[in-house]
């Protein structure tokens, strides 16, 4: 069974990155049926999905958070990596990772993020 762990700061200050990093066990990264995940939800929204990064490296992103993000990852430590550019108080959120193949879905616990001076 796959398990995710988000890990980074709970804190950033507005006009800062966003640097969050989640670590995968149970399965490997690069492993074809699947594609890794970041999602966040606001306080009070929805879940909004952020970008995926697939088994061979490609990343995809939503339309408007493509201009600030980046997914990337780590194939030596089975882990993979989000940035979000100029944070502002509206970025603050539950950030999970997230990993689906065609029939597997399995989430991270999230992570508290916070934008604030």
């Known amino acids: 069974q796959v398990q995710l762990q988000e890990s980074g700061p709970g804190l950033v200050k507005p006009s800062q990155t966003l640097s969050l990093t989640c670590t995968v066990s149970g399965g490997s990264i690069t492993t074809s049926n699947y594609t890794w995940s970041w999602i966040r939800q606001p306080p009070g929204k929805g879940l909004e999905w952020m970008g995926v990064?697939?088994?061979?490296?490609?990343?995809y992103y939503s339309p408007s958070l493509s201009r600030r993000t980046s997914i990337s990852r780590d194939t030596s430590k089975n882990q993979f990596s989000l940035q979000l550019n100029s944070v502002t108080p509206e970025d603050t959120a539950v950030y999970y990772c997230?990993?689906?193949?065609?029939?597997?879905?399995?989430w991270g616990q999230g992570t508290q993020v916070t934008v604030s001076s």
């Open positions: 997230n990993a689906v193949s065609t029939v597997r879905n399995y």
């Open positions: 990064i697939t088994y061979d490296g490609s990343t």
